[in-house]
């Protein structure tokens, strides 16, 4: 992996910014894979690819989503910012030739989790939430805890996503809530 075609395409359609948060994610990732007994390159796929959909330029993603066939839920078509997971993982598919599930699954999960995420999809989420570019109030924390605790450094990442977007107003994707709550009562029956 990592051809030269796939950083060049990656930079030309998200931009060199958002390319530099993928290579950090992708290196967190793999740090994470390592700790945690997931196969690498499936780690490093995911990592790198998984914005793959956040362009850089205004594109229609809901026209892009009707032309994938991929069935919107209400909370995504009014956060089309969502879109981009789903997206993100029909473009990786297609475009950067990924046909491991797994890879493509953690790309469509990545912003709202899902119930029963696996270690792969755990790894991708707080990888996106930690690597080293991030910096906002609460993310050492987080950085902390995912080396010790994935599910409790996922639980207290959505604890303070859920919080942030109530408190701008946002609505709640379902899959965050019900990938909360199960995280809860596994944590719980621990
Ligand atoms: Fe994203
Ligand atoms: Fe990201």
């Not at 390159?41 to 991929?70: S, T, V």
């Not at 792969?120 to 010790?148: H, Q, T």
């Amino acid at each position: 992996m990592m051809e030269k075609w796939i950083e060049e395409r990656l930079i030309e359609t998200i931009g060199l910014e958002r390319y530099k948060h993928s290579l950090g994610v992708m290196n967190t990732a793999i740090e994470l894979a390592e700790i945690y007994g997931v196969d690498i390159e499936k780690a490093r796929k995911a990592g790198l690819l998984h914005d793959c959909a956040k362009f850089k330029d205004q594109i229609n993603l809901l026209k892009m989503a009707y032309d994938f066939d991929i069935i919107l839920d209400s909370v995504m078509e009014h956060n089309i910012q969502l879109l981009h997971g789903p997206i993100g993982s029909k473009i990786a598919e297609v475009e950067y030739n990924i046909k491991d599930r797994d890879v493509l699954d953690a790309i469509y999960y990545h912003t709202t989790g899902r119930e029963r995420m696996t270690v792969l999809d755990k790894i991708i989420y707080i990888a996106d939430y930690i690597e080293p570019g991030r910096n906002f109030k609460g993310v050492n924390e987080v950085r902390k805890l995912a080396y010790e605790n994935l599910d409790k450094s996922i639980l207290l990442a959505m604890d303070n996503t859920i919080k942030f977007v109530i408190d701008k107003g946002q609505l709640i994707h379902l899959d965050t809530i019900k990938s909360r709550n199960y995280l809860k009562i596994r944590l719980k029956l621990e």
